[in-house]
């Protein structure tokens, strides 16, 4: 099968610091790579949507200096969160896609909580 | 625009039949998918169906696709309690490489 890891699974941290949140295909190669954020009862909401190294294309509405995206190989993708506050609380997703349309997998997500 | 609506909640009892239905607007949508999300996990594709279809079947997995009326549906046959999730209907529209729209979810909770 095609699994998609996401460490760490929660994460606590203060306001005003930084988090990276790190997605790995395990065992596939990644054309694409997509990042969600998903609010409780409600619906992924892509952020943005990286190919291995070029930049990432975030979404209307995503800070890009906030959500800093980087895809440094076709197997791993980092999220970091910086300056974090406590709206930024949310869960993360990220997606991989190994080559069609519908072989795009998702991670478990990762909680993030800002205090 | 894209939009895609759930409803939020269905209560089945196990041994019956679930069906989860969603509505979506852009009428250029070329596939549509269920997602399948139990607690604390990512999202696990079930099934998709092409717009061309009208209905596709998979082992208990049943989806039907009324292109005019923008409605799509997944029936499960048989609940099991392993089946209480969360379902997201998703469209992707024109195109193969375009991003997904997904709604906000149908919590599916079989009871015994």
């Known amino acids: 099968g095609a699994v998609v890891s996401q460490h760490p699974s929660r994460v606590i941290c203060k306001s005003g610091t930084s988090v990276k949140i790190e997605c790995r295909s395990l065992?596939?190669?990644?054309?694409?790579m997509f990042w969600y954020r998903q609010f409780p009862k409600q619906s992924l909401m892509l952020m943005a949507t990286?190919?291995?190294?070029?930049?990432?294309?975030?979404e209307q509405g995503v800070e890009k200096d906030k959500f800093l995206i980087n895809h440094a190989s076709l197997t791993l993708s980092t999220l970091t969160v910086t300056s974090a506050h406590p709206e930024d609380s949310s869960f993360y997703i990220c997606?991989?896609?190994?080559?069609?349309?519908?072989?795009?997998?998702f991670g478990p997500g990762t909680r993030l909580t800002v205090t | 625009g894209e939009d895609v609506e759930q409803s939020l909640f269905l209560s089945v009892r196990e041994g019956d039949s679930s069906v989860i239905n969603c509505t979506y607007t852009?009428?250029?949508?070329?596939?549509l998918y269920w997602y399948k999300q139990e607690p604390g996990a990512g999202l696990q594709l079930l099934t998709y169906i092409f717009s061309n279809m009208d209905m596709k079947q998979d082992q208990r997995l049943t989806v039907l696709l009324n292109k005019k009326d923008k409605h799509l549906s997944l029936r499960i046959a048989d609940t099991q309690t392993g089946d209480s999730a969360i379902y997201f209907c998703?469209?992707?529209?024109?195109?193969?490489?375009?991003?997904?729209?997904f709604g906000k979810g149908t919590m599916l909770l079989v009871s015994p």
């Open positions: 990286s190919n291995e190294g070029s930049k990432a294309t975030y």
């Open positions: 997606s991989a896609r190994r080559g069609g349309p519908h072989e795009q997998y």
């Open positions: 852009d009428s250029s949508s070329t596939y």
């Open positions: 998703a469209e992707r529209t024109s195109g193969g490489y375009s991003t997904l729209t």
């Open positions: 065992d596939f190669q990644a054309t694409t």
